[in-house]
């Protein structure tokens, strides 16, 4: 039997997030999904899946994209298929924070602020830290809910993908979604050809 494939989830896919997260797949020696990217996610978790299968080596990035829907659209309905799918690993998520309101939202175990800090507490999509409040450990992002319906053992949260008033800017190499990918990697325990 074939070993299982081991990915991360990032809950974000529009054109922005897609240059991030190519860029920093290749920096760091993995793999990523493209065709997982859109906004909404364009592509079935089936598909998703048979694609994922074909990379000649894991961590594999795969992007999911709600485009703002509070309820179960595209992006979550495809990560629910490949999250579940017994030839898959997960062994996190980049969990995108947005204003999308009416949602449940998601608990992370932590978070890198707009200033590059793994922090305890969950980020607003602007990367500012959540510091009051009985839900301070939540992300709160349109593509975010399904997490709690399925196994992943590490979710990081940040801001919005590229952006976060510049402090992720792909041209500073989106140092805040690099960290939450390493960090994810660290906590798996997962070595990585980038690695520092």
Do not use: W
């Amino acid at each position: 039997m074939a070993a299982k494939v081991r990915i991360i989830i990032v809950t974000d896919g529009d054109r922005c997030a897609q240059h991030v997260v190519e860029n920093i797949a290749t920096d760091l020696g993995l793999r990523c999904i493209s065709a997982s990217a859109g906004n909404p996610t364009p592509i079935s978790g089936q598909e998703i899946v048979e694609l994922v299968k074909t990379v000649p080596h894991d961590p594999v990035l795969v992007m999911f994209d709600d485009r703002g829907r509070r309820d179960k659209g595209k992006g979550e309905t495809a990560m629910e298929y490949v999250a579940s799918h017994p030839d898959i690993e997960v062994l996190g998520a980049v969990a995108v924070a947005s204003n999308t309101t009416g949602i449940r939202g998601v608990a992370a175990d932590a978070s890198v602020s707009g200033e590059g800090v793994v922090v305890d507490n969950a980020v607003d999509k602007y990367g500012q830290e959540k510091t009051t409040g009985r839900d301070r450990t939540i992300i709160n992002g349109d593509t975010v809910d399904v997490l709690n319906a399925v196994d992943v053992p590490v979710i990081i949260g940040v801001g919005d993908i590229g952006k976060m008033d510049k402090a992720d800017d792909i041209r500073r190499g989106a140092p805040v979604t690099r960290k939450a990918i390493e960090e994810i990697l660290k906590r798996s325990g997962v070595s990585y050809a980038g690695k520092p």
